[in-house]
């Protein structure tokens, strides 16, 4: 298959672009600066790993990555929207333009790039969408509110494109990672500029959550869990829509089912300590 994958210097982009190679793909593998490709070509030695200069927030460098792939092989079979961003703080501290940037990547970007990959799949009569998105786009938590709005964000426009897309025969599809060790939680982990502020009313609840993400650390899955899972779906040709997957995903995909939204309140009460 012809894969193009966003988001590959690091974290689940990185593995996914090895992985699928491994498993016999040519996958164009987006970074936003082509000089950090090292790791991923060191990764992929030998393998048909092919890095594509893709920032996704730029509207032509979006554009001449897939007019390249159809130029090269006259189709394009799966794209996984992986690249994406987080911002930590809570909803008063989030400057507007913050939260902007953030649905540049999460959102906008992921919609813009399926656009120009649909005429293709629509097409040929095959192709699989996959997005990824995340247990905070089924379930939201204190410090991370603008964060899952662009997951929901995500969630919601999947759920409607699988409905659309079904009629072409193109697969689109969720996958759901609960905390996995990747970048997101430490080279590129950012949080809204003004949580810094020594007069913040949240520091305490901040330095609750902070606490928290430090002890979840140490249960953090492998990422290599969430490649193996997208290339499995790669060639999937029933998926599902949504694949949760993760530590302690199960257990509040349930909670969030069989209680009433106080219940959650509470035991998310009890675990922020707010
Ligand atoms: N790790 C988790 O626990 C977790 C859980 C749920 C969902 N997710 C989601 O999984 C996806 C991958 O994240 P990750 O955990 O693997 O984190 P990561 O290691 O930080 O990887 C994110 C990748 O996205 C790239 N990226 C960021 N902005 C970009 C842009 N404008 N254009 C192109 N690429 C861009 C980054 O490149 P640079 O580093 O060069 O900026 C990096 O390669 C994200 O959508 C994230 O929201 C992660």
């Known amino acids: 298959?012809?894969?193009?994958?966003?988001?590959?210097?690091?974290?689940?982009?990185?593995?996914?672009?090895?992985?699928?190679?491994r498993a016999g793909h040519t996958v164009y593998a987006g970074l936003r600066d082509l000089a950090t490709k090292d790791e991923l070509m060191a990764r992929s030695k030998g393998l048909d790993v092919r890095p594509v200069q893709l920032d996704v927030v730029d509207p032509a460098q979006r554009e001449?990555?897939?007019?390249?792939?159809?130029?090269?092989?006259?189709?394009?079979?799966?794209?996984?929207?992986?690249a994406g961003i987080a911002l930590g703080g809570f909803q008063e501290q989030i400057a507007e333009d913050e939260l902007r940037r953030m649905?540049?990547?999460?959102?906008?970007a992921p919609f813009a790039l399926t656009k120009l990959c649909l005429p293709h799949m629509r097409a040929q009569?095959?192709?699989?969408?996959?997005?990824?998105?995340?247990?905070?786009?089924?379930?939201?938590?204190?410090?991370l509110g603008g964060y899952a709005g662009s997951k929901f964000a995500l969630e919601g426009m999947t759920e409607?494109?699988?409905?659309?897309?079904?009629?072409f025969g193109v697969r689109v599809v969720l996958v759901e990672p609960g905390p996995y060790k990747t970048d997101i939680?430490?080279?590129?982990?950012?949080?809204?500029?003004a949580s810094a502020r020594p007069d913040d009313p949240y520091a305490e609840y901040q330095a609750n959550m902070e606490?928290?993400?430090?002890?979840?650390?140490?249960?953090?899955?492998?990422?290599?869990?969430?490649?193996?899972?997208?290339?499995?779906?790669?060639?999937?040709?029933?998926?599902?829509?949504?694949?949760?997957?993760?530590?302690?995903?199960?257990?509040?995909?349930?909670?969030?089912?069989?209680?009433?939204?106080?219940?959650?309140?509470?035991?998310?009460?009890?675990?922020?300590?707010?």
């Not at 998926?239 to 349930?254: D, E, F, I, K, S």
């Open 185 to 193: 939680f430490g080279r590129n982990r950012r949080v809204a500029a």
């Open 160 to 167: 409607a494109l699988r409905h659309e897309l079904r009629p």
């Open 103 to 108: 649905f540049d990547v999460n959102v906008f």
């Open 64 to 82: 001449a990555a897939v007019a390249a792939i159809v130029e090269e092989h006259g189709r394009i079979d799966a794209l996984v929207n992986n």
């Open 125 to 143: 009569r095959s192709g699989v969408v996959i997005n990824v998105t995340s247990m905070a786009g089924r379930q939201a938590m204190p410090g």
């Open 211 to 274: 606490r928290l993400v430090e002890k979840m650390e140490a249960k953090m899955g492998d990422p290599q869990e969430v490649a193996d899972l997208v290339v499995a779906l790669l060639e999937e040709p029933r998926p599902r829509l949504r694949y949760p997957l993760g530590p302690g995903v199960n257990a509040r995909l349930w909670a969030r089912r069989l209680l009433p939204f106080e219940g959650v309140e509470q035991i998310v009460k009890r675990i922020v300590g707010f």
């Open 1 to 21: 298959m012809i894969v193009l994958c966003t988001g590959c210097r690091s974290g689940f982009g990185l593995l996914i672009a090895e992985t699928a190679a």
